[in-house]
């Protein structure tokens, strides 16, 4: 018996909340609707082997049933069972990707894909330009064999394209209707199902393998999820937010009892704050909801950007602004009316053009006598000439003689100079001190530029130390890990240098590093003060007996960039690598429905280069086959309708593609027809693990390599989203065996996007990541958590085959300690196993012996039990780093 899940075109939406939860290792059984009637489904087998059946189905995802968990389910009638089976394996597997049916063109991928790539184009460019209807076939010859294909209506010889072979059309490869009936009747089963004559070892598990656990009590459990959401101290990923809205939605917020009295991240405080403006039963309650949460003009602007449909982090562009209601625009005046007239008029103007659109529809001159240094603050914006004698030049000239010290008049206009171009006209006149004076006011501002401010300085360093380390102190702690990783950047030999600018998108691009370095000894001074000051917030955080420490996060770097990174199956932040999956092959995967009236060609392509970065070759519709089977592309399909959508696969062999001189591969996905990812209506792609062979002999789709897609090999899923059209992912390092996770885009414009029309651009970000990333001058979570442990816990335990003990002695610094951990120096303790249960962890696999309520980090979730521990996200080990609040603050 199976409880397989059901195809998809049959499926209903998953619960959000269930799905949110999901993700956290906990199952909510009254989350989990049922999906068709259990008459539908066929007779309840007994509860014993429903539950078996459950268990094995689940495996057949990559999750694992808890004992809890498991126990509650055994307690159910039948009916009950199959429907929470159901519901629950509907639910994992549209996280893993097996949701939708995954077809590529070729149905014997990989074992029959042909050779011949231009022999073939040949072939299917001549049948369409020649082939006449009703006529003998023109490249066999034979009568009564050629027939139209639908919905394409390209006529195709049945002899020379024998369509058992294909699930498109063999000249244009768009998908064919006849494919669905053909399909649904032959041996094809959902991507979820296992024959039950296949056996499931629990052993065999994938490294992304998540423990699922019994939910005790849902309001607690969903309470808790929005209060770990809001205390981020990292701005949200899409997933995230949409998680926070479905739990908002379900916790309900008229009483407000649920807002935290400090939303640290700008863009979570203004997606909250959008929810309350829009709900008319808050209306008496808002003006002290903005007092509290908008502290800045910018607070302000991201509130308005997502009421005209934009979104926080104001980085996509609005077509069209939406009129404000008018009890709206006098809130958002009125506040700013009440912020710091220096601090209004400065970010009014860091964020120019912006306010300038807003303005039109925020009307600050209509009643401006209530709110005169808001009107002030936009008319120095707008460079505004009220009429001589009107209200308006009343009112500005009465605020700008209060303010004479910012603003002056010139020829009628309000003029200000802003705090930004005094900073570069001090640099920019070698006025280095006065530079750094006016950073010093913006503390994460001078971090920012602290390399820049290092270079310039010739004086003694004493007086610089002491106001970065007062920067340091106020700064947020992704700021000052990426100074930490610039002066490590700027200190040692030079390397490639690379960028994520802000965006929508993370767009990266490289250049090389010809900045003269900064001396050994300012840099190690630099790098001692913001590791002491990590080490300093972190001694203010609980105490802990024992922490365990994996030295395999030494891989994992902690995260930056968070906000563009793609929703994905395993939270691996950017930079960070991991060992290829066991065994000599990995399949590569891209699955794409295109929305109703809109064709959409997905390429899923892989670039080759050798040591130097030097392109050797690729694998794509362009060149199904390379090398002797190193590459293998399960073909090119050009549409993907719903309900089946559109799939293709590259299998790499990793010992044939050494052999042809290839180090260095990156897997790219392409928009050949430039339609943006975020038109789709469903686009992922991902890793498999030691995809499974089949026997040549067997007849059938897929037999000869088996099912193409087998959720429980799945390393990797992310989805596709956002403005762009063409995805890199990843690179994978054969000589290191290691794949290197990027989740960047690239910029391209006009259609037929394909590996040759960038090669060289792919090869130099490949060879470019590698070195950047590998010289360790970003901070990993390994050097996190030392920190971390160093700071807190009595006793560290670090394993790595043995456990090695280590405590801190009375004559030893925290940044000594730290250090003797991050290098792996002496340790106190030589142990063969974990001699004590750990109430704080940082782990590559969550399989450790934990105290109840201990907090951990693990990479790889298998082993948690998320009902009894706290799991953390990467972000949040960053996060409990913020600045301590001032007294009084």
Known sequence: MRLAPPNRATSAETDPVALALLRRGLVAPGLLAERQRIKERGAAAPVAAGVRALEADALALGYLIGPRLHAYLSRQQAPRLAALGHGLLDALASLVGAHVPHLP????????????????????MFAYIAQPYESSCVLCGKEGTVRPVSPCGHLVCLTCWDLDDYTGCPICHRRIDEAVAHLDAATWRPSG??????????????????????????????HAAVGALLARRTPLREQELAELDALLDFVGHRDLAWLPDVIEVRETRAHVLHR???????????????????????????????????????????????????????LVLARLNTLPTVALLDDLHRHRDAWLRTAENLHPFE???????????????????????????????????????????HRGRVRYRTWRSHVETALRDGADEQAVALLAQRPGELLRRLTVLAHRHTGDPTEFLLTVAEAAEQAAP?????????????????????????????????????????????????????????????????????ALLDPGLADVLAPFAARTA????????????????????????????????????????VAMYDVHGVFTGLCDFTRLRFGDRAAVHSGDLTSAPAPLGASEFVDLNVSRLLGAGVRYLVMVVFSYNDIA?????????????????GSPGRRGPFAAGGEPFQPQRVEQRFDLTGADKIATPLVVDLHERRTRWLDAKLAGSGCGHQVGGYSVQL?????????????????????????????????????????????????????????????????EHDETAQSAPAAFAALLHGDAELTDAARVYALYHAGLDAARVERLAAADLVAQLAPMPKPGD
């Open 105 to 124: 063109l070729f149905k014997n991928f990989p074992a029959r894909v042909p050779a011949g790539t231009d022999d073939l184009f040949v072939l299917r």
């Open 566 to 605: 793609s929703t994905a199956l395993l939270d691996l932040p950017r930079g960070s690598t991991q060992p290829l999956p066991d065994g000599d092959v990995v399949r590569l995967f891209l699955h794409w429905t295109e929305p109703e009236g809109v064709r959409v060609d997905l390429d899923l392509s």
């Open 478 to 546: 992704g700021v000052v890990l990426a100074a930490l990783g610039a002066v490590r950047a700027a200190t040692q030999p030079a390397r490639p240098r690379l960028f994520f600018p802000a965006g929508a998108a993370a767009r990266l691009w490289t250049t090389a590093d010809t900045r003269r370095r900064l001396p050994a000894d300012l840099g190690g001074e630099l790098e001692q003060l913001l590791v002491e000051e990590m080490l300093r917030r972190a001694a203010t955080l609980p105490r802990v007996q024992t």
């Open 367 to 409: 009643e401006a006598a209530r709110h005169p240094d808001a009107a002030l603050a936009f008319a120095a914006l707008r460079g505004t000439v009220p009429a001589p004698g009107s209200p308006l030049d009343a009112v500005l000239a009465a605020a700008a003689e209060r303010h004479i010290a910012l603003v002056h008049r």
């Open 677 to 693: 990812f975020e038109q789709m209506t469903d686009a992922f792609a991902g890793v498999m693990a030691n995809p499974p062979g």
């Open 193 to 222: 199902a296992v024959p039950d004559d296949q056996a499931l070892d629990p052993a065999a598990a994938p490294r992304r393998a998540v423990r699922l656990e019994l939910v005790e009590c849902l309001d607690d459990e969903v």
């Open 763 to 827: 090869g130099r970000l490949a060879v470019a990541a590698d070195r950047y990333f590998g010289a360790g001058f970003r901070v990993s979570m390994w050097e996190l958590a030392c920190w971390h442990a160093a700071a807190r816990a009595d006793r560290v335990m670090v394993r790595d085959g043995a456990v090695r003990g280590y405590e801190r002695q009375p004559y030893e610094r925290a940044v000594d300690f730290a250090a003797r951990l991050v290098h792996a120096g002496p340790a």
């Open 276 to 330: 309350l403006v829009t709900d008319p039963a808050l209306a008496d309650r808002m003006p002290q909801a903005l007092d509290r949460h908008a502290t800045t003009a910018t607070d302000l602007l991201r509130l308005l950007h997502l009421c005209s449909g934009g979104d926080a982090g104001m980085r996509r562009p609005i077509a069209r602004r939406a009129s404000l209601p008018r009890r709206l625009r006098r």
